[in-house]
């Protein structure tokens, strides 16, 4: 098995975007493989977290870009932060800005490479570092092989490690009668009645559903179609009772963004068979996967017209700025809807009456929602205090649900079309990816059961009513599940 080349993960600031690019470039050129973010995953999904801090685990090291920018960034914070911990080498480049403005304290007895001045040469600079520190690795890494090999075991050695391997074990054995102690507790505790006052939506635990908790009159409908990363990202679907779970894709690379044609009889989504990302379309009944687009670049967040006859998508030509692009149902007469010329337009969902988009625009993380009519002219924002990553839905009832809140805090909100009743669902577990049931009554969502222990694969899909109340959950795996969309 081949092992796969090292790469340097960049950490940047959106407003350096340009710089990055450059810098990206002639790291390229200089034979480093650099992994940049939007290059790799659409900014707003949910999966973003995961693969930044995947790719942090497995680079050969972090180049953070330093400016006033990225010293007032959290997620570029975030990411030094978490290199640290996986004890990453850290390499500054300053790009803009005085040392003073764009030196966070952490790194400020870091040598770094200045790029402010003479590009070039700086450049060159990084570019040997980086490539000593690749050698490096390879040679600390041929040391440990050696280290571990059988030849490599002698008799001080297996003295060495045998007390303490002992009482490893002997502790396993207490942490494992205590786990059985608390398993015997637990079980208990789940068979005590259920008090008759109902929750705030603070207090709901995040419970699996029963039939017992579920009442038949108001047993919600329909099918949930969501992304699994059962190997890789993949297309699976379950009943919104969370009954006959069924994996849909088996694809060589990952497939995400899925949603239900307004007939239910498909699903479409975004897959990268080819390279790139194209939009694909899954028939339900025969299971046949036909390619609707041939673009060559990177696409995501689709959805099609309540009327079956347009989809909507996000569009990324070259790994520029993102934008809204609509073509028709068969994938045929694809064209820019709208686009800014400095922020990312991405993730439409339609009105119920198929006649305005609702939409994100912003820079990564932080983004404002606009709804935009069929002239694809003049957006309006919904709410001014709305800083969202991107998904969300629209509702027959005319209100829209999203998600907002820092690095792994976010929660579901609702608001009201307008921009009025601002309202906060879900209070923790990083809740996110808000769609609304085809009735309007219920939504589903994303939401980590284990974020106490920062565990990013147990994520599952969730559902609650509209108010926040009755709080369900679906799916329960080792394996992260996210990106749900509701459908017939």
């Not at 030094?80 to 640290?84: L, V």
């Not at 908790?213 to 409908?221: A, F, L, M, V």
């Not at 099918?223 to 297309?235: A, F, L, N, P, S």
């Given at each position: 098995?081949?092992?796969?080349a090292?790469?340097?993960?960049m950490?940047?600031?959106?407003d350096?975007i ?5 810098v ?23 999966a ?5 801090e995947r ?11 330093l400016?006033?920018?990225?010293n007032n ?6 990411e ?5 911990h ?5 390499f500054p480049?300053?790009?803009s ?9 952490r790194l400020?007895?870091h040598?770094h490479?200045d ?8 450049m ?13 690795t ?17 008799t ?14 002997l ?8 786990a ?15 008090p ?14 029963t039939t ?10 329909g ?13 699976c ?62 696409v995501g ?17 070259s790994?520029?700025i ?9 994938g ?10 400095n ?17 994100a625009?912003?820079?990564?993380e ?13 957006p ?6 709305i ?24 929660d ?11 309202e ?5 577990n ?8 085809p009735?309007?009554k219920?939504i589903?969502?994303t ?18 009513r509209?108010d ?8 329960e795996?080792?394996?992260c ?8």
């Open positions: 098995m081949s092992t796969p090292p790469h340097f993960f950490s940047y600031s959106r350096d340009d710089l990055q690019r450059r990206a470039a002639e790291l390229r050129g200089r034979g480093i493989d650099v992994w940049v973010d939007v290059e790799n995953l659409i900014p707003g999904s949910p973003w977290e995961r693969e930044v790719s942090i685990r497995t680079a050969a090291g972090l180049i953070v870009l400016s006033p920018s990225s960034s959290e997620w570029v914070r975030r030094i932060s978490f290199a640290e996986n004890e990453k080498r850290i480049v300053l790009l800005g005085d040392e003073d403005d764009s030196i966070p304290l400020s007895n040598q490479v790029l402010r001045v003479q590009f070039h040469p700086g060159e600079q990084l570019a040997n570092a980086l490539h000593d520190h690749l050698g490096t390879k040679i600390i890494k041929h040391k440990k092989r050696e280290a571990q090999t059988p030849g490599g075991i002698t001080a050695n297996i003295k060495k490690f045998a007390l303490p391997g002992f009482l490893l074990l502790g396993l054995a207490c942490i494992g009668g205590l059985m102690a608390a398993r015997l507790i637990y079980g208990s505790i789940r068979n005590l009645p259920t008759a006052a109902t929750p705030t939506p603070s207090e709901i635990p995040f419970v699996i559903a017992q908790n579920i009442s038949n009159n108001e047993e919600p409908i099918k949930i179609v969501y992304t699994c990363q059962v190997q890789g990202d993949e297309i679907m379950v009943n919104a009772d969370g009954s006959d779970w069924e994996r849909l894709t088996n694809q060589p690379s990952a497939s995400n963004y899925a949603s239900f044609a307004p007939d239910g009889n498909s699903v479409l989504f975004v897959g990268r068979r080819t390279g790139n990302t194209e939009i694909y379309e899954l028939n339900l009944s025969t299971r046949e996967i036909s390619q609707l687009t041939q673009l060559k670049k990177e967040a689709l959805e099609i017209s309540p009327d079956n006859k347009l989809i909507a998508f996000t569009y990324r030509p790994n520029n993102a934008r809204l692009w609509i073509m028709n149902r068969d045929s007469n694809p064209h820019e809807f709208y686009g800014s010329s922020q990312e337009s991405h993730n439409p969902t339609w009105s119920p009456d198929g006649t305005e988009i609702l939409f625009m912003g820079k990564g932080n983004n404002k929602l606009y709804i935009i009519g069929s002239d694809g002219q003049d309006r924002v919904v709410n001014e205090t800083d969202t990553r991107g998904r969300s839905d629209w509702s027959l009832q005319n209100l829209i649900s999203f998600d907002m809140g820092g690095p792994l805090q976010h579901i909100y609702l608001v009201n079309l307008d921009g009025s009743r601002l906060k669902l879900t209070n923790g990083n809740s996110q990816g808000a769609s609304f049931s009735d309007g219920w589903a969502f939401a980590y059961a284990n974020l106490s222990n920062q565990d990013l694969n147990s994520c599952e899909i969730y559902i609650m509209v926040g109340t009755d709080l369900r959950r679906l799916t795996n080792n394996y599940d996210y990106q749900p969309r509701w459908g017939n």
